[in-house]
């Protein structure tokens, strides 16, 4: 499987193996970096990184889309 497509918000920076093939059960490495002064607003925040891969699940024939989600609170 081949990770396609890694996306988050303008506050995130992402770093992750573009076109790496990965075999079934091997692992990998997104790295997300968060930089706080690129947000506005101070309290609790939901992030989300999504990955899409560059193959459809055999089940279902639709391309694979996963959520990565994480929450941070900012404080002054």
């Known amino acids: 499987m081949v990770l396609e497509l890694v996306s988050g918000c303008a506050c995130s920076d992402l ?5 790496k093939s990965f075999k079934p059960g091997e692992k990998g490495e997104i790295v997300v970096t968060f930089d706080s002064n690129r947000e506005e607003e ?3 925040h939901e992030k989300t990184v999504d990955v899409l891969l560059a193959h459809n699940d055999p089940k279902t024939g639709y391309q694979v889309f ?3 989600k994480y929450t941070l609170t900012l404080v002054e």
Request: charged fraction near 35%; glycine fraction near 18%; hydrophobic fraction near 25%.
């Open 42 to 44: 101070l309290g609790p």
């Open 66 to 68: 996963k959520e990565l």
């Open 15 to 19: 770093k992750w193996p573009e076109g």
